[in-house]
């Protein structure tokens, strides 16, 4: 499976797996749905035949995870990066889920946000004093595009605590880099 680097910022960057980049064929539905379009039916049928298939790929790429490792997705309007999540989770009984911890304030996408300031004024973390004990974060989305998403967690984050030497891997299905 492939892995790169994903420039977050200047003087940040994190490690991103992916299963497929832009123009996956069988991962075509997640970029119409990230960008607003409503998918064909065919589309449709055809990424949720394959969906366990590639979150299955992506929980063994993972896998094993060190001891003190946290998993975190997103918060969603939409349930796409569940399977994702789900089979992670599977694989690895001891990572810690923090994805409860962050809400959503209102409907901004970070695919259409203005600014990342945007992103980080959407999103809310509630710290349960244990971040500054993660070795590793792994952060589950369906699709990662600018990495606005990741940079607005990694700021509620490390305002909670999270170690800068903590590991931050970042797993998706499809992989929309700019």
Sequence with gaps: ??????????NLSVD?????????????????????RKPSETLTQQYRGTEKWHAGRLAREL???AADSAILKPPSSRTDADAYLSAVLAANANLI??????????KIKAATANSL???????NYAPKGDEA?????YIIDETVGTGR??????YHLCKAGLRKDCRVVV???LWVDP
């Design 133 to 137: 004990t993660f070795n590793d974060l």
């Design 171 to 173: 797993a998706t299905a």
């Design 63 to 65: 896998s094993p995870v």
């Design 1 to 10: 499976m492939p892995k790169a680097k994903l420039q977050i910022r200047p």
């Design 97 to 106: 889920d923090i994805s409860e911890r962050m809400t959503r304030n209102g």
């Design 149 to 154: 998403t990741v940079a607005a967690i990694l």
């Design 117 to 123: 300031g945007a992103v980080i004024k959407e999103l």
């Design 16 to 36: 991103i797996v992916y299963v497929g980049r832009k123009f996956h064929a069988q991962l075509q539905y997640l970029n119409s749905v990230r960008t607003g």
